[in-house]
T-cell receptor, first 109, second 115 residues
Framework: SQQGEEDPQALSIQEGENATMNCSYK?????LQWYRQNSGRGLVHLIL?????REKHSGRLRVTLDTSKKSSSLLITASRAADTASYFC?????????FGAGTQVVVTP | DAGVIQSPRHEVTEMGQEVTLRCKPI?????LFWYRQTMMRGLELLIY????????DSGMPEDRFSAKMPNASFSTLKIQPSEPRDSAVYFC?????????????FGSGTQLSVL
């Protein structure tokens, strides 16, 4: 079963807009990770946030973590067509990294 | 480093045939993972190795699936006999330390179609 669940399942925005997606999980975690998957490719790690952190930035990415609500959000600012991809959150469960179903983001020029 | 290398990139086979997927992890990485991705079930962890030793194979769906890691630079996932429901994209990933505290590096995957 999947530990993390992303919301929304799909998101369509225009270039320059911000994209926000959320991840909810069920059990306590040590950290939460976000990955991107371009069509037909493997997943690429974006950012890792530890359970004692509340917010983290990496370039145009901003990740928040609320352990009390068991949720995380990924914000992509000033989106570009190249950001078109599926985005997955991943949480550790019993020592294993488990992925959610993903949010499919389409950025149109 | 070339990253995690998987072969073949695509595999089409008939039901009942044996399928072998191959993976070369990033040099120096101690952990290797096999995932399967389908539309219905998303990304599922099948098995992972630490220093060539299988640690957890609870995700392997059936006895038809087996995985080996004879050395630090090579792993195989074998399906025998294959069935149409095995059709999926199979990913290999590696990490320096235990995945729960470290990012994974994924290969490009093997698209398997069982007819």
């Amino acid at each position: 079963s999947q530990q993390g669940e992303e919301d929304p399942q799909a998101l369509s925005i225009q270039e320059g807009e911000n994209a926000t997606m959320n991840c909810s999980y069920k059990t306590s975690i040590n950290n939460l990770q976000w990955y991107r998957q371009n069509s037909g490719r493997g997943l690429v790690h974006l950012i890792l946030i530890r359970s004692n952190e509340r917010e983290k930035h990496s370039g145009r990415l901003r990740v928040t973590l609320d352990t009390s609500k068991k949720s995380s959000s990924l914000l992509i600012t000033a989106s570009r067509a190249a950001d078109t991809a599926s985005y997955f959150c991943a949480t550790d469960s019993w020592g294993k990294l488990q992925f959610g179903a993903g949010t499919q983001v389409v950025v149109t020029p | 480093d070339a990253g995690v290398i998987q072969s073949p990139r695509h595999e089409v086979t008939e039901m009942g045939q044996e399928v072998t997927l191959r993976c070369k992890p990033i040099s120096g990485h101690d952990y290797l993972f096999w995932y399967r991705q389908t539309m219905m079930r998303g990304l599922e962890l099948l098995i992972y190795f630490n220093n060539n030793v299988p640690i957890d194979d609870s995700g392997m769906p059936e006895d038809r699936f087996s995985a080996k890691m004879p050395n630090a630079s090579f792993s195989t996932l074998k399906i025998q006999p294959s069935e149409p429901r095995d059709s999926a994209v199979y990913f290999c990933a590696s990490s320096l330390y235990i995945a729960t505290n470290e990012k994974l590096f994924f290969g490009s995957g093997t698209q398997l179609s069982v007819l």
